[in-house]
């Protein structure tokens, strides 16, 4: 099949190009294998060189065989097996791109791979040649399968057979070796002398059979004549043995001497090694005990300080020093091993005596000291009634020359530690500070109530006379609170001017102020004589301090999941443990702080609502500035803010329940409702005390609850008065809070602001619909029927000559609004305009003037109703609409 096709595919395609097929394989692609073609290896026949190409010839329609493409042997990058085993079929060729093929029969890809390999090796530079992978190697040798394969011959029109260019290609790379001059020689020199050998073979066997006879013979004559020299030969070998086995004696001695010597320098050296370990340890033993001794050694001196403490000043630095050496030798560092020498053993039993005996002396000391600075804080003279908080400094300036070993009680002696702690917050400075700072607010309470009633003798009788003001009017009404919405100003208590509100905030401010440095003070102190910034008792590096005095943001403020993981944030929650630490010590020292503080803001709210609100901003800016806001100070007003704020939002609540709960004036005017017309003196004072303070969207978010309340309220409140017209009601109070929102200018408020406006215009316009009416009414019933009957499809021009609508029935109409009687009642509207509006708001002219507008609207739909159905007729009302000018002009000026 193979030779079918190729001997066609020369026939018809590469005999024209003068080209000659070496090689074919029947391919097809590996995902298509319908669709088959072939791969051929072509050489071309012109001179002087060579070219080897592949190409791919696929049939085309009706059986037409054509060349597709062609790549020359440089293009071929690699030619892919892919299996080294020869039953694959499948083999890929990378030329400008991969090409995947699977070869019909085996013996073709076999010898199409190979021919492909001779060629490329054959006419390719060695830089060039393609790679060949997974092929196996007996295709890729000169003895490839297309020398075996390549026996056609074609036969000559001659008759004779030839040899085809496959054998020549085969016969070309046979071995060949040419003869040497000495050879050839030779072989001319016998052939010369063998004339007969063609003609008589057997005489010329003959003659080759004598001459290698004779060559024979002499050879074994040349071997006997040299066996005297072959003896002589053996005979020094024999000699040259025997003097070698003596070497080797020899050497062998010497190797014995050697190792002997090797054993014993081995011995030596592990004599050596031996000693240098035994030094060794002997010099790591004398360094432990060196240590050991070194550690557990205390000087005399500190023993005698330790047992014969002097705390005065001037055995103080001894006793210190004698601590801390005490404390260094038994937190030492010792091998557990050493620790079994009874010699240790009795040195520690030492080092607990002499600690035990100078805990006790330390803790007598100071716990002496601390009674006697307790004791001491009660005798001072407090009878100064200036607004100030003693400090503390030379207490904490005494105790500090014993902070050394009060850091050495918590180290040594916890439990001692502890009871003095216990002992200066519960029984010690606790009580000098309850003691000041109950007298530090009665002096800020009296300084209020001096300042208010000019003496302290007017507090008790204000007080007094407060409670006998509210005593009879319970017969009546009970006063209400000051400054509430829905309440009218009369029914109020007594409140506090702006000078004594502006006079609070300041003495308020003072107290802060004041307990700051204090507070600060002492828990700075704190910190540093009680270690608080140390979590584990000191010693074994298990220290962990903090700078005094300042604290990382704790782990209170994180949310409960972060807090409560465990290894999460060590850190943080080391900083929360310190703090709780410095707060519970700080709440015990200053344990009426927060309830005197309290006590002091709740007096004065009592007598006045508003002080909450200054209260509230002013806290807020002392909680906001702390430089430490895990302090206890910080913590304390973080605490009042609270209920300062529950106290602020219970206020506003009032405020906003008064609005609902509020009662309209039964005089005969209704004019403002009580909230509108208290919430412009809430607002602004509102605004003083909030203004650009952190504290703003509090009172905006309460401003919009009060404003939309009072929207809300003023319809169903103008619908109960039984004289004002509702209409009024609503315009009027609407005014008044446009006007009132304009002023404050609050950004919140301006959506409100703008409804009150629109409901202030539709109150007014419902108003002057009413009230005002149509003072021409015949007339304007008169024009009703015309514009029905024109809508009913009767012309202008003809609404005349019907008989209800004639001209002589409009001037009768006409003639019943003289100009005289037109005035009178204007007259009579504006009394009745009058008498419903109040005087605070002045609203009466702007309604005038609505009122005139109304009237000249009205006035001029009838002149243009005139003008379009009697058009001609000369008919016209009786006044103009300057008279209508002239007639509210004067109406107004003569009231």
């Known amino acids: ?128 040649r393609a790679e060949f992978r997974n ?278 002696d916890r439990k001692a530690y502890d009871a003095l702690i216990k002992l200066y917050t519960t029984s010690s400075l606790n009580k000098v500070y309850d003691r000041e700072i109950r007298i530090f607010f009665e002096n800020a309470k009296l300084a209020l109530a001096t300042k208010r009633f000019n003496s302290r003798e007017d507090v008790n009788n204000s007080l007094m006379s407060n409670k006998l003001k509210l005593g009879p009017q319970t017969s009546k009404q009970a006063a209400q609170p000051y400054g509430i919405l829905g309440v009218t100003k009369e029914l109020w208590a007594p409140g506090a001017d702006p000078s004594e509100r502006q006079r609070f905030d300041s003495i308020l401010e003072k107290v802060l102020a004041e307990l700051e440095p204090v507070a600060l003070s002492e828990q700075h102190f704190c910190i540093a004589f009680f270690q608080l910034d140390v979590i584990s008792p000191t010693g074994k590096n298990t220290q962990t301090t903090l700078e005094a005095g300042t604290f990382t943001e704790s782990s209170a403020n994180l949310p409960k999941d972060d807090r409560e993981k465990p290894g999460q944030n060590p850190q943080r929650r080391l900083d929360r443990q310190i703090n709780e630490e410095v707060r519970k010590m700080m709440g015990e020292l200053f344990n009426n702080l927060e309830s005197e503080l309290n006590n002091f803001i709740l007096s004065f709210e009592k007598l006045d609502s508003y002080y909450s609100l200054y209260v509230l901003v002013r806290l807020t800016q002392h909680v906001m500035s702390a430089q430490d806001a895990q302090s206890f100070l910080s913590m304390t007003f973080a605490s009042v803010l609270v209920h300062v704020k529950r106290s602020f939002d219970k206020f506003m609540q009032v405020q906003l329940q008064s609005i609902d709960e509020a009662k309209v004036p039964k005089r005969s005017k209704c004019g403002l409702l009580p909230y509108v017309e208290n919430f ?97 009414e015949k007339l304007n019933q008169f024009f009703e029927g015309v514009q029905v009957r024109v809508q009913q499809g009767v012309k202008d021009t003809e609404i005349s000559y019907q008989m209800a609508y004639s001209k002589q029935e409009l001037r009768k109409v006409i003639s019943l609004y003289p100009a005289r009687e037109v005035k009178k009642g204007l007259e009579q509207l504006y009394r009745k305009v009058e008498k419903h509006l109040c005087e605070e708001e002045n609203l009466l002219q702007v309604v005038w003037r609505a009122m005139q507008q109304e009237f000249i609207t009205q006035y001029n739909s009838l002149e243009q109703w005139i003008q379009r159905c009697y058009a001609g007729s000369m008919i016209t009302l009786e006044f103009t609409i300057n008279d209508i000018l002239d007639f509210f002009s004067e109406i107004a000026q003569s009231h």
């Open 1 to 128: 099949m193979a030779a079918g096709i190729k001997y066609i595919f020369q026939k018809d395609i590469f005999d024209a190009l003068d080209e000659r097929i070496i090689s074919v394989c029947n391919v097809s692609k590996l995902l298509k294998k319908k669709k088959t073609s072939y791969l051929c290896i072509v050489q071309t026949c012109k001179s002087p060189s060579i070219l080897v190409s592949v190409c791919q010839i696929k049939q085309h329609d009706k059986g037409v065989y054509k060349k597709k493409r062609s790549w020359s042997l440089e293009e071929v990058k690699c030619v892919d097996g892919r299996n080294d085993t020869p039953d694959t079929h499948e083999f890929d060729i990378i030329l400008d791109k991969p090409y995947r093929w699977f070869a019909t029969n085996l013996h073709e890809r076999q010898n199409f791979i190979s021919v492909l390999w001779k060629q490329i090796h054959k006419h390719c530079p060695v830089t060039q």
């Open 135 to 412: 092929v196996p190697k007996g295709w890729l040798s000169e003895n490839s399968p297309e020398k075996q394969a390549a026996s056609g011959k074609y036969a000559h029109r001659d008759g004779h057979e030839s040899i085809n260019d496959d054998d020549l290609d085969g016969l070309e790379n046979e071995d060949f070796h040419a003869l040497t001059e000495k050879e050839e020689v030779n072989l001319n020199k016998l052939i010369s002398g063998c004339d007969y050998a063609i003609s008589n073979a057997e005489l010329f066997m003959e003659d080759l059979s004598h001459n290698l006879l004779e060559l024979d013979g002499a050879n074994i004559q040349s071997v006997l004549a040299s066996e005297k020299q072959v003896q002589q030969l053996m005979e020094r070998i024999e000699e040259a043995i025997n003097e070698a086995e003596k070497v080797e004696q020899r050497l062998d001695s010497y190797d014995q001497i050697l190792c002997h010597v090797r054993d014993t320098m081995e011995k030596m050296g592990e004599k050596n090694q031996m000693i240098e370990i035994a030094n060794g340890n002997n010099v790591r033993l004398l360094q432990e005990l060196e240590k050991v001794v070194s550690q557990l050694d205390l000087p005399h001196s500190h023993q005698l300080a330790l047992t014969d403490t002097d705390l005065t000043p001037k055995g103080l630095p001894a006793a210190i020093a004698a601590g801390k050496a005490l404390q260094m030798a038994m937190n030492s560092d010792i091998e557990p091993a050493l620790l079994r020498l009874t010699a240790v053993q009795d040195q520690r039993k030492r080092f607990e005596k002499w600690k035990a005996k100078f805990s006790q002396t330390i803790s007598r000391h100071l716990n002496n000291l601390f009674i006697h600075l307790g004791n001491l804080g009660d005798s001072q003279d407090s009878c100064s009634n200036e607004i100030i908080l003693p400090k503390h400094h030379h207490v904490h300036k005494e105790l500090s020359a014993l902070m050394e070993l009060m850091h050495w009680m918590k180290a040594m």
């Open 680 to 776: 412009e003196e809430f607002a602004g004072t509102a605004e003083s005390i909030f203004k650009k303070t952190e504290r703003r969207n509090d009172l905006d978010k309460w401003y919009l609850k009060l404003v939309e309340a009072i929207f809300e309220r003023i319809p169903t409140h103008a619908v109960e008065h039984p004289k004002t017209p509702h209409q009024v009601i609503k315009m009027e109070n609407y005014h008044r809070m446009h006007s009132t929102l304009s002023q404050l200018k609050v950004q919140v408020l301006e959506g409100l602001r703008k409804e009150a406006k629109t409901r202030y215009n539709d109150a007014q316009k419902a108003y002057v619909t009413k009230y005002f009416g149509r003072p021409l």
